[in-house]
């Protein structure tokens, strides 16, 4: 099993960057998606997810309106768009696959926004 993300960066406040996880060794379509960050010094919190049947929930208040969760499942991939952001969306981003108890993570990717 194995989960990639990719598309992480350095971006000015305002920017946008679309983050992808590549996913293999299990059955993507069956599982619910989701994208979580973490902060310095903070908690993981779950930002958005995507249940295998396209149903969609953005977790984080403040990132509603700016970010999208997709998936493709003819690709195995979930992707983050993310828009307008900003500094405090500065953070490791994860990936989730979740589905009767199984639970698998990506290694994360880093998103900075800063000037």
């Known amino acids: 099993v194995q989960l990639v993300e990719s598309g992480g960066g350095l971006v000015q406040p305002g920017g946008s960057l679309r983050l992808s996880c590549a996913a293999s060794?299990?059955?993507?379509?069956?599982?619910?998606m989701s994208w979580y960050r973490q902060a310095p010094g903070k908690e993981r919190e779950l930002v958005a997810t995507?249940?295998?049947?396209?149903?969609?929930?953005y977790n984080a208040d403040s990132v509603k309106g700016r970010f999208t969760i997709s998936r493709d499942n003819a690709k195995n991939t979930v992707f983050l768009q993310m828009n307008s952001l900003r500094p405090e969306d500065t953070a490791v981003y994860y990936c989730?696959?979740?589905?009767?108890?199984?639970?698998?993570w990506g290694q994360g990717t880093q998103v900075t926004v800063s000037s």
């Open positions: 989730e696959a979740f589905h009767l108890g199984r639970d698998y």
């Open positions: 995507i249940t295998s049947g396209g149903r969609i929930t």
């Open positions: 060794g299990f059955a993507f379509s069956s599982y619910a």
